[in-house]
């Protein structure tokens, strides 16, 4: 049972447009999502957070928007650079922060065209 | 070191052996995660260390895999009588504690079992 998905294998974007990464959810306990990128042979590297109680977040290039309605978030990069092709995870958390085990998507493969 | 430190960076073994994956935390992080990512999947938690002690083992698939943190340092996941679907990278992951949750991961060792 896939609680985090990410039905988007791979999506492309050209330089200098916005990137849109999706992620929909089936746990509403989930109480805090984040975003973590990772390039090839490299461990993932954490890139913005947000909490159950928040909608939006913002740090620099990237925003992340949650609906917990629709228990959808998404990532936004605006605008996107070659440097942002990597792989994209969205990943939830349980428990209050208690054991801050995370719950992964299956990742989307973001390529940035020149 | 600066990062997460994970060795080896590679692992072959045979069907049947015992491995042992070594896990170096940014100095000073108490908290320490064991991941497991297979081919075309997010990671999948594993293990969790606060300190020494393991408060979350949940994620391990089985009585085969062990993993410790003696001195609330360095920590180990071994994995006794391999099999071929034990083949995978292994994430090592670090916090400053509980609460934390963007943590960060080491580069993974990738077991393959043959």
């Known amino acids: 049972d896939q609680q985090v998905k990410q039905n988007s294998p791979s999506l492309s974007v050209q330089e200098g447009r916005i990137s849109i990464l999706n992620c929909d959810y089936t746990n509403s306990m989930f109480d805090y999502f984040l975003w973590y990128k990772k390039y090839p042979a490299e461990g993932p590297t954490f890139l913005i957070s947000i909490s159950s109680i928040k909608d939006k977040n913002e740090d620099g290039r990237f925003t992340v928007f949650l609906n917990k309605s629709a228990k959808h978030l998404s990532l936004h990069i605006v605008p996107s650079q070659p440097g942002d092709s990597a792989v994209y995870f969205c990943?939830?958390?349980?428990?209050?922060?208690?054991?801050?085990?995370?719950?992964f998507g299956t990742g989307t493969l973001l390529a940035v065209q020149p | 070191g600066a990062g997460v430190s994970q060795t080896p960076s590679n692992k072959v073994t045979e069907k049947g052996k015992y491995v042992e994956l070594r896990c170096d935390p940014i100095?000073?992080?108490?908290?320490l995660y064991w991941y497991r990512q297979s081919l075309g999947q997010g990671p999948e938690f594993l293990i969790y260390?606060?300190?020494?002690?393991?408060?979350?083992d949940s994620g391990l698939p089985n009585d085969r895999f062990f993993a410790v943190r003696p001195e609330g340092s360095v920590s180990t996941l071994k994995i006794q009588r391999t099999e071929r679907g034990d083949s995978a990278v292994y994430l090592c992951a670090s916090s400053p504690g509980t609460g934390v949750y963007g943590y960060t991961f080491g580069s993974g060792t990738r077991l393959t079992v043959v």
């Open positions: 260390f606060q300190g020494t002690g393991a408060a979350d």
């Open positions: 100095s000073g992080h108490t908290a």
């Open positions: 990943a939830a958390s349980l428990n209050g922060g208690a054991t801050n085990k995370l719950i």
